[in-house]
Every structure is written in structure tokens, then in C-alpha cells.
């Protein structure tokens, strides 16, 4: 029974320092994978926290992500686009377990882990003996844990590209790609970014809680969906009145709270980093806010509720990569680029790839996750997170996880415009997706 590498491991591991070689460089664990410990070396405070989070970030989903964008799509579509959210939540969670987390999270080669976790295979907890399973990754805490809380993220990740093909793309495709995506994207990307031995690790790309992995993945995989799927019937010409903007601003702060879990969470750990990670969290989601307000008012003499939700999102969005790097000086600069960025890549920039991104999933996300990244390169402080930025290796990283999610996401929806089809009938899109896909409708 190996019962040890986890124990002899540095206590900031490579998800949290962004840097693979720190395990290696230990020499304790070059070969490391989910361990045995006696239940005594888990810290009950650390577990607690990693609950807590973990209900956190699901609550981002559901119903946060699912109230989001249900909210924000025309009345006759609302029930579809929550749905999407609900079912990416289950299915995800079946892939999850049965290789997902395998994929991502054993050591393997630099672009992929092995299946030694298949169907969660060797993760145990015996009360009897005592012992229990630990990743190597987040010695503190059970495995359970650790699968479950990193499950989260891979569940908002897709959920988040459903709002760029928002009331047009039909239900059974869209889970043929959620499906297919999570497996040959995903997975890889969050193996070479948060894996000890992944290759984005090795080079000393930070990505704290996502911005790459999850931000720079959603939206570039949006972009690709809304051009694949083309523009809604009557974009351009008549106004696409959102359902329910009082809805949007409880999905807004549901997320906006999740977020600390988000954040706070990807310490694995109830420390000072995550408390700091939570303050600047907090920080950037404001001036975030603040800034797009402003720059709507300068730009349309007005600012909207829709807009200090989105500047919310983007300044939220944009901290992530930097949460556990940076000081409350660094947020402020890093919420105020989002919110300029994103309210440009949700306006001038969307006017310029001509693309029906219907919720704005590139302009918020995939720009708001670039910004987010090549400034942790810029501002990361040694002294908050014990590691230096580097421009290079954050640029590098951003762009090949943006240029692979893109790439592969057009193959996915290319095999599957070819068998199955992607897009509603024009019918079906004029009648809405809640009757036509589901039966069912708002009275």
C-alpha cells in the first residue's frame, strides 16, 4: 500500500504556485499519484473550507449561471437556456467520474494524465484502517473533496459557452458537444496548466483559479459556436429584449458570491491566501463594475443594469488567473483594464468579427481571461503568492489554450453539423426553443 508521497510533499503545490517543478523538485513525489494517508494528516479546517467552496462554486451554475443567461434571452427561449446550465451540470458530473477527472488530474504525459482514476478507481476511505485517499496535489484534504470541488469547474466551464449560442442550437447537438468538448478540451488544458507535470506548469504559467483554463477555454470555444451556428434570425434589425433583467442581477451577485469559492477556494486551504485571494476577489469585481458603468456613460450618456452586471462578470473574470498573486493595488489595476476591455470586447469588438456571440461569452470571458492572465505575468507579487510572474510564459499559455479551444472546437462542430446537424429549423427558432425543443413554455 503507498502510503506517503503526499505526505513528504511541499505544502504549496504546483496548482498553487502555478510552477510543476516544485514537486519534482522535492524529490519525493516524481511519480506521484492520488496517495493513502492515515485520516490524522487530513486538517479538518482545510476540509471544511473545501466544502464550503466546493457548494460555492456549483451555486455558480446552478441556479447562478442558469438564472444569467436564462434571464437575458427572449422570453419564448428562457426555459431552454436554463436548461443547458441544469443538464451540462449532470452530464458533466457522469463524465467527471467516469474519466474526466482521470484526464486531468493523475500524472500521465505533459498533454494528458492516465486512467488510473477511471470510474474514480482507488479512491478510498476506510473508517476501519483509518487511511483515506489524497491527490497529490492537495495533500491536506480527502480526494473525495478534491475531485468533487475541481467537478465545479469543469461544469461551469461548458455551461458558460451555451450563452454564445443562445436560442439557436438545438439540445441534443448541444450535449454532443458538451460532451466531446469536456473530454478532448477540457481536460488537457486543465492537465497541462494544473498538473504537476503538465506542460504549461512546467513552463511557469500562473493560472490561480481558471483564467485560462476555464475563461480563455469558454470563450474561444464561444466564438467558434457563434460563427459555426451563424446569427440568430433577425439580428441586426429588431431588438432582442432580454426576458427578465431583475433575474439577471440575482444570477450576477449568485455568481459574484460563488465567485469567493471560485477564488478563495483554489487555496485548497483555510489560510491567508485565501483570505487575501477573497479581498482582491472583492476588489476587482467593484472597479470592474464601476469602469464599465462609466465607460457606457461616456460612450451612451447612460449606464444600465445589464452593464454594472457584465462589468461585474468581467472584472470577476479577470482576477481569476491573478487571485492568489497579487495585492489589493494589483486588483484595482486589474479590475479597471477588465472593465474598459470587456464592455469593448461585448461592443466594438463583436461589431468587428461579426459574430452573434448572443450572450457575450468571447467579449466578457475570453477577453476579460486575457487581460487577467498577461497581467498576472505583469503584477504577480512574489511575497503574496512565491512566485514571480513571466510575461512570456502567461502569454504563451493564454494563446495556446485559446488557439487549441478554438481549434477543436470547430473540428467538434464540424463532425457534428455533418451527422447530426447543430441548428434549430427556422420554424423552431421563430416559434422558441421552449415549445419547439421542450414542450413547455412561460405563460
Not at 152 to 171: C, D, H, Q, S, V
Not at 179 to 184: E, G, H, N, T, V
Not at 275 to 293: E, P, Y
Not at 356 to 361: K, R
Request: hydrophobic fraction near 55%; include cysteine.
Amino acid at each position: 500500500m503507498k502510503v506517503l508521497c503526499a505526505l513528504g510533499a511541499p505544502r504549496a503545490a504546483s496548482r498553487y504556485l502555478g510552477i510543476g517543478a516544485l514537486l519534482l523538485a522535492s524529490g519525493t513525489c516524481s511519480a506521484a499519484g492520488p496517495s493513502l494517508v492515515p485520516v490524522s494528516q487530513i486538517s479538518s479546517g482545510d476540509t471544511a473550507w473545501m466544502l464550503v467552496s466546493t457548494a460555492l462554486v456549483l451555486l455558480m451554475t446552478l441556479p447562478g449561471l442558469a438564472l444569467f443567461y436564462g434571464s437575458m434571452v427572449r422570453k419564448k427561449n428562457v426555459l431552454a437556456t436554463a436548461l443547458q446550465s441544469f443538464a451540462v451540470a449532470a452530464l458533466v458530473t457522469v463524465l467527471w467520474i467516469t474519466v474526466g477527472y482521470s484526464l486531468a488530474f493523475t500524472p500521465g504525459s505533459p498533454f494528458l494524465g492516465s486512467l488510473d482514476r477511471v470510474l474514480l478507481m482507488g479512491l478510498t476511505f476506510d473508517k476501519e484502517a483509518a487511511m483515506l485517499s489524497v491527490s497529490h496535489l492537495a495533500p491536506s484534504i480527502p480526494e473525495s473533496v478534491f475531485v468533487m470541488f475541481q467537478l465545479t469547474f469543469a461544469i461551469i466551464t461548458p455551461a458558460l459557452i451555451t450563452g454564445a449560442f443562445a436560442e439557436r442550437m438545438k439540445f441534443g447537438a448541444m450535449m454532443c458537444f458538451v460532451a466531446l468538448w469536456s473530454l478532448l478540451v477540457y481536460a488537457p488544458v486543465a492537465h497541462g496548466v494544473w498538473e504537476s507535470g503538465g506542460w504549461l506548469a512546467g513552463l511557469g504559467a500562473l493560472d490561480f483559479a481558471g483564467g485560462t483554463v476555464v475563461h480563455i477555454n469558454a470563450g474561444a470555444a464561444g466564438l467558434m459556436c457563434a460563427w459555426m451556428l451563424g446569427p440568430r434570425q433577425g439580428f441586426g434589425q429588431e431588438p432582442f429584449i432580454p426576458y427578465n433583467l431583475g433575474f439577471t442581477l440575482l444570477g450576477a451577485s449568485l455568481l459574484w458570491v460563488g465567485w469567493f469559492g471560485f477564488n478563495a477556494g483554489s487555496a485548497v486551504a483555510a489560510d491567508g491566501r485565501a483570505g487575501m485571494a477573497m479581498l482582491v476577489t472583492q476588489v476587482a469585481a467593484s472597479v470592474g463594475a464601476l469602469t464599465w458603468m462609466l465607460s457606457e456613460y461616456i460612450a451612451r450618456r447612460r449606464a444600465s443594469l445589464l452593464g454594472a452586471c457584465s462589468g461585474a462578470v468581467g472584472g470577476l473574470v479577470a482576477i481569476t488567473p491573478a487571485s492568489g498573486f497579487v495585492d489589493v493595488m494589483g486588483a484595482m489595476i486589474i479590475g479597471l483594464v477588465a472593465g474598459v476591455a470587456c464592455y469593448w470586447g461585448a461592443t466594438g469588438l463583436k461589431r468587428l468579427l461579426r459574430a452573434d456571440d448572443s450572450l457575450d461569452v468571447f467579449g466578457i470571458h475570453g477577453i476579460g481571461g486575457l487581460v487577467g492572465a498577461l497581467l498576472t505575468g505583469v503584477l504577480a507579487s512574489r511575497q503574496i503568492g512565491g512566485a514571480d510572474g513571466n510575461i512570456t510564459a502567461q502569454a504563451i499559455a493564454a494563446f495556446a489554450t485559446l488557439f487549441y479551444s478554438a481549434g477543436m472546437s470547430f473540428l467538434i462542430l464540424l463532425v457534428l453539423r455533418w451527422t447530426i446537424g447543430l441548428r434549430v429549423s427556422p420554424e423552431e427558432e421563430r416559434d422558441g426553443l421552449d415549445l419547439s425543443l421542450h414542450g413547455e413554455k412561460i405563460e
